[in-house]
């Protein structure tokens, strides 16, 4: 797949992503992409717990060759 190719698609995940955690709004993601053709996109951003601290946001999505998505994990 080329990067032409990917970029619409992937601008719809980005959508998705930004709607269900608002905290990466706008941030673009590292692309890493993997042996089996999948796409690994890594957004990172911070929340703000209830108390007030600020706390480190990392939001893994996998994408498969066909533009979507596979898995999505968030890790604090």
Sequence with gaps: MNSNENEAPLN???????????????????????PNGHVLLVFKGSGTTPDGKKIARTIRVLVNEKGKIVKMTTSR
């Design 12 to 34: 719809e995940i980005y959508q998705q992503v930004y709607r269900k955690f608002p905290e990466v709004a706008g941030k673009r993601p590292v692309k890493h992409e993997q």
